[in-house]
């Protein structure tokens, strides 16, 4: 039977996509080029085959007869398997994150395309797009946080998505709205902090750009800004290791070999956080006529890790929907233009608190 959806990339949010897909009776295939991917898949009684997304010819064949394309790839990925997507005219829900420095995506002729389909940016979207209308705001913030359950010193973090994305938050400048004005920061210079965050602790939080499609919907806003949480402690150490050198792109010479120092903290990374429990932290605030705020905690369970579940989540529920035919826009779309669809955001919400991931929404 040909797939009515297709997941593409089988890393942990993926895998919980096309987990969550066929739960709810969806035709369902994933693909992944490495072949442990797909084997952990069948696993668990899902459809996966080895398949190549970057291939058109491979990637056709593939999607034959598919309506929907769910794309889970690393951010280095994901533009050059839109564009193959863009060419077939498949619709698309991407979570892939891509630099949209790099370039943009445009969908053909009556395609439907909604990106950064994850948790932030993603969710967080949708929940400040809703605030800001209910509370007639003009300031906003979003604090957001993939961290170990328990603070694992030195970091307090979790290899549970892609390292080298992860280290990227640090590097690349951070966007927000200052003063009605785009501008940008350096994310371990500027305004770290505090917050307190019930169930869970005091937490640090520091600038970070993950607004991406929000500074052009809702330039419309005086103050508007992301903030990365971490465990206290975090920021520190992170500047010690930038002042080392080992978040830049250099070559370091080591026993007659060339390593890049950003790869090798990278792998050592990986090494130390993969495997510990993590747990997904996000507050959503708009401030105008009043103060509203969403939030969002997310703990592992033995399956799942919690940003799997929570990034995964939020992509499968999209998904369901444009399967279902509620979400029926075309062109671009991004998670904040689902907040304007009547009865979407509240059919968003309500999927996924089946999924274990509540939004507390004051």
């Known amino acids: ?189 500027g305004e770290p902090g505090q917050v307190e965050v019930e169930g869970v602790g005091r937490l640090e939080y520091f600038p970070t750009d993950g607004l991406r499609s929000l500074l052009e919907t809702h330039s419309w806003m005086e103050e508007l800004v992301e903030y990365t949480l971490r465990w206290p402690g975090h920021i520190d150490t992170m500047k010690r290791l930038k002042a080392l050198g080992l978040l830049s792109e250099s070559q370091v010479r080591s026993n007659g070999c060339l390593v890049q120092a950003r790869g090798f903290l990278a792998g050592l990374l990986k090494k130390r956080y993969g495997g510990i429990r993590d747990m997904l932290v996000m507050i959503v605030k708009a401030i105008g006529d009043r103060v509203a705020e969403a939030r969002v905690v997310v703990r592992a369970d033995e399956e799942w890790s919690a940003m799997a579940k929570a990034t995964g989540g939020f992509q499968a529920a999209v998904a369901h929907l444009m399967l279902e035919g509620k979400i029926s826009g075309r062109g671009l779309m991004y998670p904040e233009h689902l907040a304007e669809m009547q009865g979407v955001p509240g059919r968003i919400l309500e999927e996924l608190g089946r999924m274990g991931v509540r939004v507390s929404i004051d």
Do not use: C
């Not at 085959?49 to 929907?68: F, I, W």
């Open 1 to 189: 039977m040909k797939p009515e959806v297709v997941v593409i990339g089988l890393g942990n949010v993926g895998l919980r996509v096309l987990w969550e897909l066929s739960s709810r009776g969806h035709s369902a295939l994933g693909i992944d080029r490495n072949g442990r991917a797909v084997e952990r898949a069948r696993k668990l009684g899902l459809e996966a085959k080895v398949g190549d997304a970057t291939s058109p010819e491979s990637l056709k064949n593939l999607m034959a007869g598919a309506r929907l394309a769910a794309t889970a790839v690393p951010g280095s990925l994901g533009l050059e398997v839109l564009g193959v997507l863009t060419r077939l005219g498949v619709d698309v829900v991407d979570v892939s994150f891509f630099d949209p420095r790099r370039g943009r995506v445009e969908p053909g002729p009556g395609q439907a395309m909604v990106i950064d389909a994850g948790i932030a940016p993603g969710l967080s979207n949708m929940l400040l797009s809703m605030l800001a209308s209910r509370a007639k705001a003009r300031r906003g913030a979003i604090y957001v946080g993939g961290i170990s359950e328990e603070p694992e010193w030195p970091l307090g973090i979790s290899a549970t998505w892609n390292v080298e994305d992860l280290i990227e938050e640090y590097l690349r400048p951070a966007r927000m709205i200052r003063g009605g004005r785009v501008v940008e920061v350096d994310p371990l210079e």
